[in-house]
């Protein structure tokens, strides 16, 4: 799943497509896993990787690199097919027992519904998979585990999202460009209103207000996490954000939209890009598409100003996943060693502007950040980010958030916190079920 904008980052479909195309599959073996033989076989395999023109250049190279060295054991790579959504080509291909060994392009909240139709391989089976993961990713990597602490996924690459601001417009609205008061809630309101009221822009911030399941990932998670330094929407089976947090974040959200400083109408460029909006939030990923835009970025905004290098937000990542209908496994577990090493991860840092889940990220491509400096404030951040739910059921818990941000926050309708508890008490029936 991408993100929403003309730009290829952020095209993406509805949650309809997603939640219908996995209900497709639902009905097919539970479980995942592999045989002895299977973990261990040699031999060709195929990998997909996502249509990203950037993404497709890292792995056509990195798949080059490999199979110079091993020729017994050469790699297929391909763009992902073509379908209304990724999701639902990869649902599709467990259903018919065809999928690739590895899938670049495994959005966290379609894993837990692809292990359950037995579909994902653990990758906690391999004898050092569970330690490379963690030995890479550090602490971030508990987020990826399932709920026996398995890993059917491996985190891969984020996009921390933060606020880009319009430094033209910020200085013609006669604010501070440089160092602009966004930090807390008061002061973004305040900032936001001063941009409105000078007549720059039509809104000061305009996240997209559809009713997509995903769509609370840029508003709602990233100043959350940042609120509570680090929390999820569910965490040991039960929602959290029905708190003075998670009211405080719906709260601050509300005004934005009652004031008219943030939009209610979908937007059909990019609000952003186009002027229409001083303010985006957004990820890395926007440092070469905004080329023409005089921007800064700052982190998320909490009620009371949080340090940058102690705020939070939400990962927006995507990971990779290897599948069931592999037949040579350990190749594909070499294989997906080797596209996540050191010198891969460079490689994909260089290419795409996308961050690896890595621990050392800062510190190992220290020359990266220091040669590009728009994309160190993302390097940084990308230490501190959430991830959606974990389980089968996590479409469904999001839509049922969506929906209830939808109708109070918003449009204003009904009580906030009334509607955070209710749409909390339907996620906990949801991630009862398992």
């Given at each position: 799943?991408?993100?929403?904008?003309?730009?290829?980052?952020?095209?993406?479909?509805?949650?309809?497509?997603?939640?219908?195309?996995?209900?497709?599959?639902?009905?097919?073996?539970?479980?995942?896993?592999?045989?002895?033989?299977?973990?261990?076989?040699?031999?060709?395999?195929?990998?997909?990787?996502?249509?990203?023109?950037?993404?497709?250049?890292?792995?056509?190279?990195?798949?080059?690199?490999?199979?110079?060295?091993?020729?017994?054991?050469?790699?297929?790579?391909?763009?992902?097919?073509?379908?209304?959504?990724?999701?639902?080509?990869?649902?599709?291909?467990?259903?018919?027992?065809?999928?690739?060994?590895?899938?670049?392009?495994?959005?966290?909240?379609?894993?837990?519904?692809?292990?359950?139709?037995?579909?994902?391989?653990?990758?906690?089976?391999?004898?050092?998979?569970?330690?490379?993961?963690?030995?890479?990713?550090?602490?971030?990597?508990?987020?990826?585990?399932?709920?026996?602490?398995?890993?059917?996924?491996?985190?891969?690459?984020?996009?921390?999202?933060?606020?880009?601001?319009?430094k033209d417009l910020f200085t013609k609205a006669g604010l501070d460009a440089e160092n602009p008061d966004l930090s807390t809630y008061d002061d973004f309101l305040a900032t936001s209103?001063?941009?409105?009221?000078?007549?720059?822009?039509?809104?000061?911030?305009?996240?997209?207000?559809?009713?997509?399941?995903?769509?609370?990932?840029?508003?709602?998670?990233?100043?959350?996490?940042?609120?509570?330094?680090?929390?999820?929407?569910?965490?040991?089976?039960?929602?959290?954000?029905?708190?003075?947090?998670?009211?405080?974040?719906?709260?601050?959200?509300?005004?934005?939209?009652?004031?008219?400083?943030?939009?209610?109408?979908?937007?059909?460029?990019?609000?952003?890009?186009?002027?229409?909006?001083?303010?985006?939030?957004?990820?890395?990923?926007?440092?070469?598409?905004?080329?023409?835009?005089?921007?800064?970025?700052?982190?998320?905004?909490?009620?009371?100003?949080?340090?940058?290098?102690?705020?939070?937000?939400?990962?927006?990542?995507?990971?990779?996943?290897?599948?069931?209908?592999?037949?040579?496994?350990?190749?594909?577990?070499?294989?997906?060693?080797?596209?996540t090493s050191s010198d891969q991860d460079r490689a994909l840092l260089e290419t795409t502007g996308q961050m690896p889940i890595r621990t050392d990220l800062a510190s190992t491509y220290?020359?990266?950040?220091?040669?590009?400096?728009?994309?160190?404030?993302?390097?940084?951040?990308?230490?501190?980010?959430?991830?959606?739910?974990?389980?089968?059921?996590?479409?469904?818990?999001?839509?049922?958030?969506?929906?209830?941000?939808?109708?109070?926050?918003?449009?204003?309708?009904?009580?906030?916190?009334?509607?955070?508890?209710?749409?909390?008490?339907?996620?906990?029936?949801?991630?009862?079920?398992?």
């Amino acid at each position: 799943m991408q993100r929403r904008t003309r730009f290829t980052r952020r095209a993406t479909l509805g949650a309809t497509v997603l939640v219908a195309a996995l209900g497709l599959t639902a009905c097919s073996g539970g479980g995942g896993g592999a045989s002895s033989d299977a973990l261990t076989a040699k031999g060709p395999i195929t990998i997909w990787y996502s249509n990203n023109e950037q993404e497709v250049t890292w792995g056509k190279a990195m798949v080059e690199a490999w199979n110079a060295d091993h020729p017994d054991e050469q790699v297929k790579g391909q763009e992902i097919p073509a379908g209304k959504s990724s999701e639902e080509v990869i649902g599709a291909a467990i259903t018919a027992g065809n999928a690739p060994c590895l899938v670049y392009n495994t959005a966290p909240s379609a894993v837990g519904q692809f292990q359950k139709q037995g579909g994902l391989v653990d990758l906690s089976s391999f004898d050092d998979g569970a330690s490379y993961i963690e030995e890479r990713s550090g602490d971030l990597a508990k987020q990826y585990q399932d709920a026996d602490g398995k890993y059917y996924q491996l985190p891969w690459k984020s996009n921390p999202v933060m606020i880009f601001y319009n430094k033209d417009l910020f200085t013609k609205a006669g604010l501070d460009a440089e160092n602009p008061d966004l930090s807390t809630y008061d002061d973004f309101l305040a900032t936001s209103k001063t941009l409105v009221d000078a007549g720059v822009s039509k809104y000061a911030i305009h996240p997209a207000p559809t009713s997509e399941f995903f769509q609370s990932q840029f508003d709602f998670m990233p100043l959350y996490a940042a609120e509570t330094g680090g929390t999820g929407l569910v965490e040991d089976g039960k929602a959290t954000f029905a708190d003075t947090a998670g009211e405080d974040v719906a709260t601050f959200w509300r005004s934005l939209y009652e004031q008219g400083l943030a939009g209610q109408e979908q937007y059909t460029g990019d609000s952003f890009a186009d002027g229409e909006a001083a303010m985006s939030i957004v990820g890395p990923w926007a440092v070469s598409v905004y080329e023409d835009v005089n921007w800064g970025a700052v982190p998320v905004p909490t009620k009371d100003g949080t340090s940058a290098d102690e705020t939070y937000t939400f990962s927006d990542a995507k990971n990779v996943g290897m599948y069931t209908a592999c037949e040579n496994q350990g190749t594909a577990w070499d294989f997906l060693k080797f596209s996540t090493s050191s010198d891969q991860d460079r490689a994909l840092l260089e290419t795409t502007g996308q961050m690896p889940i890595r621990t050392d990220l800062a510190s190992t491509y220290s020359d990266y950040f220091d040669a590009n400096p728009s994309y160190a404030l993302f390097g940084d951040q990308a230490a501190r980010t959430v991830e959606v739910p974990a389980g089968p059921n996590t479409v469904a818990e999001l839509q049922a958030f969506r929906d209830a941000w939808s109708s109070s926050v918003i449009f204003g309708k009904g009580d906030v916190d009334s509607s955070l508890k209710d749409a909390a008490d339907k996620i906990d029936e949801l991630a009862a079920q398992g």
